[in-house]
């Protein structure tokens, strides 16, 4: 049996990227999350987010990079492609699945 009260809440869902900076994604937790998975399914990246702070680490294939998106609220997190950055978690129509915890 899972405790909800260690557990948390964990949300879930998949968008398609549209190659937009700072887009809104509804989690739909009604709080702030406190780490959010992002993970493509069209190419071999992950993305990792604190919710709380928007300081994000994302990897794709060889390469890691780190830089900080618009932090999270208890409606939307947010996602997006920073210039300096080659692969990101709203590149274009690629497929994207994440999990927000609080």
Same mark, same amino acid.
């Not at 260690?6 to 809440?9: E, F, L, Q, W």
């Not at 690629?94 to 609080?102: C, G, Q, T």
């Given at each position: 049996? @899972? $405790?909800n009260a @260690?557990? %948390? !809440?964990i949300a879930t869902g998949t968008y398609t990227g549209d190659g937009t !900076? =700072?887009?809104s994604i509804p989690h739909g937790l009604g709080k702030v999350?406190? &780490? #959010? &998975? @992002? #993970? *493509?399914?069209t190419v071999m !990246? #992950?993305?990792i *987010? $604190? %919710?709380a702070t928007g300081k994000t680490v994302g990897t794709a294939a060889a390469n890691t990079t780190t830089h900080t998106q618009t932090a999270a609220t208890n409606? =939307? /997190?947010y996602v997006g492609k920073p210039a300096t950055v080659g692969f990101w978690s709203n590149d274009n129509a690629?497929? /994207? #699945? +994440?999990?927000? +915890?609080?």
């Open positions: 049996m @899972i $405790d @260690i557990m %948390g !809440a !900076a =700072n887009r999350p406190t &780490l #959010i &998975l @992002i #993970i *493509s399914t !990246a #992950i993305v *987010s $604190d %919710g409606v =939307n /997190f690629n497929e /994207f #699945i +994440w999990y927000a +915890w609080k």
